[in-house]
C-alpha cells in the first residue's frame, strides 16, 4: 500500500487548493466609470463618484447604501478599501432587503465592518472585520461575545489611508472573511441567506476599488430565508439638502433624517404622480407633535397618532400607502390603517407637521398591476 507522508500530503493539499481557486472565475461588480449596475437606496448624488483612477468614492454623507440590481446567494466576494480619514465608518453588507429598515438609514442584512483603526476597539466592537446582523436579520457568531457579532481572531486591518483587502464567502447561510489574507471571522446560519449586496456611507470618506465577485451554486433556500425582493422603490429624499422638494420653512436636512420644528410649514414634492403608486414614509413622534396630516396628491390625509398601531412617542413607525385609482389604502407599521377615497388622479406627496416632529425614509413607486 502506498503511504504519503504528512509533509507530502499537505504540499499535495495546497497545490490541489491553489489549482482550484485558479478555476474560479471573478467578473467586477463596478466598471470605473459609473453605477451601473447597482441601485442608489437613499443617498445623494455627490455621495458617490469615480476618481481618475477607476476607484469608488464615497463622501460618507449622508449615512445611506448602494445595492446590487441583482440578489444573490452563494458566492465569494473580493474587494479592496481604504479610508481617507481617521476613524472614519463604512461596511459591505450581505443579503440584504430592497430598501432602508423602519426608522434607519440602514438595510435589514449582514454587515461585514469597514472601520479605520483609529475608531478604537472595546469589547462591544474592532476595527478589524467583525461581522453581525441588523434590523432583523440573525446569525450564529464564531468567535462571539455572548450576541450575534462576530468577532476577528486577529487585528489585520491597515490604518489610513493604507488599502485592505476582503475576501468574503457565503454558502449556505455561513459566511467567512479574509482580512488581508487570512481568514479571521466567522458565522454561520445566518437569515436572510439570500439577498442583495450593498456599499455603506456612514460618515467617513472611504475609497473601494477591485470589488468582483465569483458566483457559487445556489441551493435549496426557505422563502423566510430570502430578502425582500425589489419593489420598485426610489428615495424622494438626498440626506443633504431638499432638492426636489418646494422650499419650507421650519425644516431642517440632518442626514438621513429631516426635522420638523414647531410651526414648520408643510413640505411638498415638486414632482407630480399619477397612476397606481404606492409610498412609505417613517415619523417619529415628539410630545408635542399633535395630529399630522400627508397630502396625497393634492388630498389632506389625516394620522390618528394616538391609535393602537402607533409607536411610543420617540419611536418610529412606517406609514404605507397603496394608491389605486382615487383609493389609498394606509398601512401602520404594517398593519391596515383605513381607506381614503376621492383621491386626485394627479398631484403632489408631501408632509403636514403639526408641531415638533422627526421623518425619514420617503419613497415612492409605481403599484404593479
Same mark, same amino acid.
Request: hydrophobic letters at 35%; one cysteine or more; proline letters at 7%.
Given at each position: @500500500?502506498?503511504?504519503?507522508?504528512?509533509?507530502?500530503?499537505?504540499?499535495?493539499?495546497?497545490?490541489?487548493?491553489?489549482?482550484?481557486?485558479?478555476?474560479?472565475?471573478?467578473?467586477?461588480?463596478?466598471?470605473?466609470k459609473?453605477?451601473?449596475?447597482?441601485?442608489?437606496?437613499?443617498?445623494?448624488?455627490?455621495?458617490?463618484?469615480?476618481? #481618475?483612477?477607476?476607484?469608488?468614492?464615497?463622501?460618507?454623507?449622508?449615512?445611506?447604501?448602494?445595492?446590487?440590481?441583482? @440578489?444573490?446567494?452563494?458566492f465569494?466576494?473580493?474587494?479592496?478599501?481604504?479610508?481617507?480619514?481617521?476613524?472614519?465608518?463604512?461596511?459591505?453588507?450581505?443579503?440584504?432587503?430592497?430598501?432602508?429598515?423602519?426608522?434607519?438609514?440602514?438595510?435589514?442584512?449582514?454587515?461585514?465592518?469597514?472601520?479605520?483603526?483609529?475608531?478604537?476597539?472595546?469589547?462591544?466592537?474592532?476595527?478589524?472585520?467583525?461581522?453581525?446582523?441588523?434590523?432583523?436579520?440573525?446569525l450564529?457568531p464564531?468567535?462571539?461575545?455572548?450576541?450575534?457579532?462576530?468577532?476577528?481572531?486577529e487585528?489585520?486591518?491597515?490604518?489610513?489611508?493604507?488599502?485592505?483587502?476582503?475576501?468574503?464567502?457565503?454558502?449556505?447561510?455561513?459566511?467567512?472573511l479574509?482580512?488581508?489574507?487570512?481568514?479571521?471571522?466567522?458565522?454561520?446560519?445566518?437569515?436572510?441567506?439570500?439577498?442583495?449586496?450593498?456599499?455603506?456611507? *456612514?460618515?467617513?470618506?472611504?475609497?473601494?476599488?477591485?470589488?468582483?465577485?465569483?458566483?457559487?451554486?445556489?441551493?435549496?433556500? *426557505?422563502?423566510?430565508?430570502?430578502?425582500?425582493?425589489?419593489?420598485?422603490?426610489?428615495?424622494?429624499?438626498?440626506?443633504?439638502?431638499?432638492?426636489?422638494? #418646494?422650499?419650507?420653512?421650519?425644516?431642517?436636512?440632518?442626514?438621513?433624517?429631516?426635522?420638523?420644528?414647531?410651526?414648520?410649514?408643510?413640505?411638498v414634492?415638486?414632482?407630480?404622480?399619477?397612476?397606481?403608486?404606492?409610498?412609505?414614509?417613517?415619523?417619529?413622534?415628539?410630545?408635542?407633535?399633535?395630529?399630522?396630516?400627508?397630502?396625497?396628491?393634492?388630498? #389632506?390625509?389625516?394620522?390618528?397618532?394616538?391609535?393602537?398601531?402607533?409607536?411610543?412617542?420617540?419611536?418610529?413607525?412606517?406609514?404605507?400607502?397603496?394608491?389605486?385609482?382615487? *383609493?389609498?389604502?394606509?398601512?401602520?407599521?404594517?398593519? #391596515?390603517?383605513?381607506?381614503?377615497? *376621492?383621491?386626485?388622479?394627479?398631484?403632489?406627496?408631501?408632509?403636514?407637521?403639526?408641531?415638533?416632529?422627526?421623518?425619514?425614509?420617503?419613497?415612492?413607486?409605481?403599484?404593479?398591476?
Open positions: @500500500m502506498l503511504r504519503t507522508c504528512p509533509l507530502t500530503a499537505l504540499i499535495l493539499f495546497f497545490a490541489l487548493s491553489l489549482r482550484a481557486e485558479e478555476k474560479l472565475e471573478f467578473r467586477p461588480l463596478l466598471n470605473g459609473d453605477l451601473s449596475g447597482w441601485i442608489v437606496v437613499n443617498t445623494a448624488p455627490s455621495t458617490w463618484s469615480f476618481n #481618475e483612477e477607476g476607484d469608488l468614492v464615497c463622501s460618507g454623507k449622508p449615512i445611506g447604501e448602494i445595492r446590487t440590481e441583482r @440578489m444573490y446567494q452563494n465569494i466576494l473580493e474587494l479592496e478599501w481604504r479610508h481617507l480619514v481617521p476613524k472614519g465608518n463604512a461596511g459591505v453588507f450581505v443579503w440584504a432587503d430592497d430598501i432602508s429598515a423602519r426608522g434607519q438609514p440602514f438595510i435589514r442584512g449582514v454587515e461585514v465592518q469597514v472601520l479605520e483603526n483609529a475608531y478604537g476597539n472595546t469589547n462591544n466592537y474592532t476595527t478589524h472585520g467583525d461581522i453581525f446582523p441588523i434590523h432583523g436579520a440573525t450564529k464564531v468567535n462571539g461575545r455572548g450576541g450575534q457579532r462576530a468577532f476577528p481572531t487585528n489585520r486591518s491597515n490604518p489610513s489611508p493604507e488599502w485592505n483587502h476582503y475576501r468574503i464567502e457565503c454558502r449556505d447561510g455561513a459566511i467567512s479574509a482580512v488581508n489574507g487570512k481568514v479571521v471571522t466567522r458565522g454561520s446560519e445566518a437569515s436572510p441567506r439570500k439577498g442583495y449586496i450593498c456599499l455603506e456611507s *456612514e460618515g467617513g470618506v472611504v475609497h473601494f476599488r477591485n470589488v468582483q465577485i465569483h458566483e457559487l451554486p445556489d441551493t435549496p433556500v *426557505e422563502p423566510s430565508q430570502v430578502a425582500i425582493a425589489n419593489r420598485g422603490f426610489r428615495c424622494l429624499y438626498t440626506g443633504v439638502d431638499f432638492a426636489g422638494w #418646494e422650499e419650507a420653512s421650519g425644516w431642517k436636512s440632518r442626514d438621513w433624517e429631516f426635522i420638523a420644528a414647531a410651526g414648520a410649514g408643510p413640505l414634492t415638486n414632482e407630480e404622480f399619477s397612476g397606481d403608486i404606492g409610498f412609505i414614509v417613517d415619523l417619529k413622534r415628539h410630545e408635542d407633535s399633535g395630529r399630522p396630516r400627508l397630502l396625497v396628491r393634492g388630498k #389632506e390625509v389625516p394620522l390618528d397618532p394616538a391609535g393602537p398601531l402607533w409607536e411610543k412617542t420617540g419611536a418610529y413607525n412606517r406609514i404605507e400607502g397603496f394608491l389605486r385609482g382615487g *383609493e389609498l389604502r394606509l398601512e401602520i407599521n404594517g398593519k #391596515e390603517a383605513g381607506t381614503f377615497l *376621492e383621491i386626485p388622479g394627479k398631484g403632489p406627496l408631501g408632509i403636514i407637521p403639526d408641531g415638533p416632529s422627526d421623518w425619514a425614509n420617503p419613497y415612492v413607486r409605481v403599484l404593479p398591476d
